[in-house]
């Protein structure tokens, strides 16, 4: 019993400092007038409603088993989550114009058989903690580094492009950013998450300095290898946990 009460109240303290915490984000955030940088809720879609209210028509006509059939040509998760969140159309403007999008793509893949975007993160909550100067991990700036290849990669595709007259997908092409100055300064960054020496001039001396230690280290295990080769048990610099080490005989172990 006395443990569950101790638990207990350490419970509602975890949950007191949360909302501590929390409220003196909030009051920092709204001190530097960083909530603009919130993005503004997204309003409740009336397609959205509608498919609400069918819910019963929509599973006699199995609209969630025709949508399954197209997650295995997905390729990026902002796609995966707009099939999820797809509901039937009712405004004729835009039906048209979503399969004028699908005839124009279909054009493309007639003259571009090998047309694709590749697989692609959703960057959009990377974005958001950015605006608000919070720091990135390597497999987000390497997510955001992926979507500006692909940025740059599409924008060449589309200036290339001939024999094919774009209308519904012409504003979606211009529409591409690449940032070249961003994606220049990711390069950095190889997609293993290995930081390049080129990152910046400070990284660089450290490596420097470390690659001259690990070689005066080096050095001296060759010179101990060739004064007391007879004390170790073989003539050679091993590793042991990234470290170089000579592999010493028992007999002269202490």
């Known amino acids: 019993n006395s443990r569950s009460k101790i638990e207990t109240e350490r419970k509602i303290v975890q949950r007191q400092a949360v909302k ?4 003196q984000l909030m009051a920092k955030v709204r001190s530097q007038n960083d909530l603009r940088h919130f993005p503004p809720p997204r309003p409740i879609s009336k397609y959205a409603i509608i498919g609400a209210m069918n819910t019963k028509i929509l599973d006699q006509l ?8 197209f997650t295995e040509y997905l390729q990026t998760e902002q796609a995966q989550a707009e099939l999820r969140d797809l509901v039937p159309m009712t405004n004729p403007e835009r039906i048209q114009n979503q399969f004028t999008e699908i005839q124009e793509m279909a054009e493309i893949f007639v003259e ?5 975007i590749g697989s692609l993160r959703d960057i959009s909550e990377p974005l958001r903690r ?6 990135l991990n390597i497999q987000e700036l390497i997510a955001i580094k992926k979507v500006l290849q692909a940025s740059a990669d599409l924008g060449r595709f589309y200036a290339d492009l001939e024999n094919v007259e774009l209308v519904a997908l012409k504003r979606l092409f211009e529409k591409i950013e690449a940032f070249p100055s961003l994606q220049g300064s990711l390069q950095s960054i190889n997609d ?7 990152a910046s001039p400070e990284l660089q001396n450290i490596r420097r300095q470390l690659k001259s230690c690990d070689d005066a280290i080096r050095q001296t295990l060759q010179d101990i290898l060739k004064k007391s080769g007879h004390m170790l048990a073989e003539s050679l ?5 990234g470290r170089s080490v ?8 202490n």
């Open 20 to 23: 501590i915490v929390s409220q």
């Open 62 to 69: 199995e609209f969630n088993k025709v949508k399954d059939q």
């Open 112 to 116: 571009h058989h090998g047309f694709a």
């Open 130 to 135: 950015l605006e608000l100067d919070a720091d």
């Open 192 to 198: 293993g998450g290995f930081i390049e020496h080129f």
């Open 237 to 241: 610099i091993a590793s042991r946990n």
């Open 246 to 253: 000579l592999p010493v005989k028992n007999t002269y172990r």
